[in-house]
């Protein structure tokens, strides 16, 4: 579904106006189209989304198919090498897009080599959300104007809006109007990004989905069409949803340890199924962290394992992460305490909670 002015035109036309971006669109009226001489007051901004219904029928088609598809391969029609496979070409998307499309092209958290970005946007690739290029400028955009009409899945708009009902309406025009503000330059001098950009329609049906259904049944006799609901639409639905998790659910359920002034937060079960994307109040604070968190481990960040083994391999350099004192520093200047760190000189101390008291084990105890 990559951008088509014509096609989205035949098969859009309807105009709703809705009532939370009208509220949304009246409480910011003051910050986006403040006047540059006397304050006036402010101005209700009539904003109209549109259905894009190209969009619409094919994510009610892609579901489908993807329930049909999750069933086969749930209930034993298919070869177990085949559902393998399915989430090695998974793992690989997802690589593509926090790996790549996130940490390396959107943020510049690390520097990578050229084998590496070949690779990575070749996975981006499988992902099948936008070229790099349209995926980092949302992203960025997304960035510098979180949870205003200009970030193209603005969280006010509700949990559907921010999870996937963005790429079923026209963007707001402050989306373009002020993505034109994000420099892009260090894509547009990456040659593997605009080739990738160049070729992208074609490359889609054979990378996404054609090659990947095809080598289960060239390799162990898997249907085709079996093979195609599962590795192709079904892979990529769910990992969609795993992405759109990360827009919607973490920016509405969770903790915010580094700024509670924002709406990001920290929530394990996102970081879990998005590859380590989930600790998105520390992201959002420190966007150029090619750890994406602070704490955790491997198993809630697979994608950070992946940026040190090729960096051990030499094919990442330049890896970029906030120095410790610096985050402690933030943390207690802007965060909701729940990261809070109390040390304590010893027994006794005021600061020394309770549940600190239980796990203390006094032997030849006296209560004198
Ligand atoms: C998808 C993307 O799903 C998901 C991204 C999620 C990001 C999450 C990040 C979190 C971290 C990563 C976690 C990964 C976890 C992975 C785990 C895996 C297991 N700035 O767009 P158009 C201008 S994609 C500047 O057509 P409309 C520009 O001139 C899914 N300018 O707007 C553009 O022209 P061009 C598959 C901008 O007409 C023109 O406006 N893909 C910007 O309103 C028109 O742009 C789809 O479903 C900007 N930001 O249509 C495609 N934006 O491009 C869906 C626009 O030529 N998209 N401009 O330069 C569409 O059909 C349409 O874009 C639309 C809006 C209907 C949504
Ligand atoms: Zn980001
Ligand atoms: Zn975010």
Same mark, same amino acid.
């Given at each position: 579904?990559?951008?088509?002015?014509?096609?989205?035109?035949?098969?859009?036309?309807?105009?709703?106006?809705?009532?939370?971006?009208?509220?949304?669109?009246?409480?910011?009226?003051?910050?986006?189209?403040?006047?540059?001489?006397?304050?006036?007051? #402010?101005?209700?901004?009539?904003?109209?989304?549109?259905? $894009?219904?190209?969009?619409?029928? +094919?994510?009610?088609?892609?579901?489908?198919? #993807?329930? /049909?598809?999750?069933?086969?391969?749930?209930?034993?029609? *298919?070869?177990?090498?085949?559902?393998?496979?399915?989430?090695?070409?998974?793992?690989?998307?997802?690589?593509?897009?926090?790996?790549?499309?996130?940490?390396?092209?959107?943020?510049?958290? /690390?520097?990578?080599?050229?084998?590496? &970005?070949?690779?990575?946007?070749?996975?981006?690739?499988?992902?099948?959300?936008?070229?790099?290029?349209?995926?980092?400028?949302?992203?960025?955009?997304?960035?510098?104007?979180?949870? %205003?009409? #200009?970030?193209?899945?603005?969280?006010?708009?509700?949990?559907?809006?921010?999870?996937?009902?963005?790429?079923?309406? &026209?963007?707001?025009?402050?989306?373009?109007?002020?993505?034109?503000?994000?420099?892009? &330059?260090?894509?547009?001098?990456?040659? $593997?990004?605009?080739?990738?950009?160049?070729? /992208?329609?074609?490359?889609?049906?054979?990378?996404?989905?054609?090659?990947?259904?095809?080598?289960?049944?060239?390799?162990?006799?898997?249907?085709?069409?079996?093979?195609?609901?599962?590795?192709?639409?079904?892979?990529?639905?769910?990992?969609?949803?795993?992405?759109?998790?990360?827009?919607?659910?973490?920016?509405?359920?969770?903790?915010?340890?580094?700024?509670?002034?924002?709406?990001?937060?920290?929530?394990?079960?996102?970081?879990?199924? +998005?590859?380590?994307?989930?600790?998105?109040?520390?992201?959002?604070?420190?966007?150029?962290?090619?750890?994406? +968190?602070?704490?955790?481990?491997?198993?809630?960040?697979?994608?950070?394992?992946?940026?040190?083994?090729?960096?051990?391999?030499?094919? #990442? /350099?330049?890896?970029?992460? +906030?120095?410790?004192?610096?985050?402690?520093?933030?943390?207690?200047?802007?965060?909701?305490? %729940?990261?809070?760190? $109390?040390?304590?000189?010893?027994?006794?101390?005021?600061? *020394?909670?309770?549940?600190?008291?239980?796990?203390?084990?006094?032997?030849?105890?006296?209560?004198?």
């Amino acid at each position: 579904m990559a951008t088509s002015t014509t096609f989205a035109q035949i098969w859009s036309g309807v105009q709703v106006e809705c009532d939370d971006t009208k509220r949304i669109a009246s409480a910011r009226t003051a910050v986006h189209h403040r006047p540059q001489q006397a304050p006036q007051p #402010a101005k209700k901004l009539r904003y109209r989304w549109q259905i $894009v219904w190209r969009n619409v029928i +094919a994510f009610a088609i892609l579901h489908t198919a #993807a329930v /049909y598809g999750l069933y086969l391969g749930l209930s034993g029609y *298919m070869y177990f090498k085949t559902i393998i496979f399915m989430n090695l070409i998974g793992w690989c998307s997802g690589l593509g897009i926090t790996v790549g499309a996130h940490r390396l092209w959107a943020h510049r958290c /690390y520097t990578a080599r050229l084998p590496m &970005r070949i690779l990575l946007a070749l996975f981006q690739t499988l992902a099948f959300q936008n070229h790099i290029y349209e995926w980092v400028r949302d992203h960025r955009v997304h960035h510098k104007f979180t949870d %205003t009409d #200009a970030d193209p899945h603005n969280s006010l708009r509700g949990f559907f809006f921010s999870h996937m009902g963005w790429l079923m309406v &026209r963007k707001h025009p402050d989306v373009p109007g002020k993505g034109k503000e994000v420099d892009m &330059r260090d894509l547009e001098a990456d040659p $593997v990004v605009m080739w990738q950009k160049k070729y /992208y329609l074609w490359l889609i049906p054979f990378v996404t989905f054609l090659i990947p259904s095809l080598i289960p049944y060239w390799c162990w006799g898997e249907p085709f069409w079996y093979s195609f609901l599962l590795v192709g639409i079904t892979r990529y639905m769910i990992s969609l949803h795993c992405t759109w998790l990360v827009n919607s659910a973490a920016h509405i359920w969770g903790t915010k340890p580094y700024d509670k002034t924002i709406t990001p937060t920290e929530n394990p079960t996102v970081a879990f199924l +998005a590859f380590g994307e989930g600790w998105h109040n520390y992201h959002h604070t420190f966007p150029w962290d090619y750890k994406a +968190a602070e704490l955790g481990n491997y198993w809630l960040n697979v994608s950070t394992a992946f940026i040190d083994v090729c960096a051990r391999l030499g094919l #990442a /350099y330049n890896l970029k992460t +906030a120095n410790p004192s610096l985050v402690l520093k933030r943390s207690q200047r802007t965060g909701d305490d %729940t990261n809070k760190r $109390v040390e304590v000189w010893g027994w006794g101390d005021t600061d *020394m909670t309770e549940d600190d008291k239980l796990i203390a084990e006094i032997s030849r105890k006296n209560d004198d």
